[in-house]
């Protein structure tokens, strides 16, 4: 979450970059953990190039722009003490109602 880059990704093989951090056996750890997850071996690659964000910089960047979002805001200020504990992509929801008067025929 903290340490690693993701450069490429494909099905079992990801081309990652070490944070300065990250254990010199982490490419090996998460090829291990990957095939016991899926049954299947993965490639794991480290490069130099510099790769996605890692993920906690991924989740403060959402968790910031949630907190941003006015009706957020409003919420906060309405609840002290609130706090925002996760932010999800949620689908927008879908609408059973009909465009028109409810026929699926063509007017003439």
């Given at each position: 979450r903290t340490n690693i880059h993701v450069v490429k990704f494909s099905p079992c093989q990801i081309e990652?970059?070490?944070?300065?951090?990250?254990?010199?056996?982490?490419?090996?750890?998460?090829?291990e953990f990957l095939k016991n997850a899926t049954g299947d071996r993965w490639l794991i690659s480290v490069s130099l190039d510099e790769g996605e964000q890692t993920l906690e910089t991924q989740d403060a960047e959402r968790h910031a722009e949630a907190?941003?979002?006015?009706l957020v805001k409003k919420v906060l200020e309405a609840f002290p003490g609130?706090?925002?504990?996760?932010?999800?992509?949620?689908?927008?929801?879908?609408?059973?109602?009909?465009d028109d008067n409810g026929d699926d025929e063509e007017d003439d």
């Open positions: 990652i970059r070490l944070g300065e951090r990250a254990p010199e056996n982490m490419p090996n750890r998460l090829g907190a941003a979002h006015p609130a706090e925002i504990r996760a932010v999800r992509d949620v689908e927008p929801p879908t609408s059973d109602i009909p």
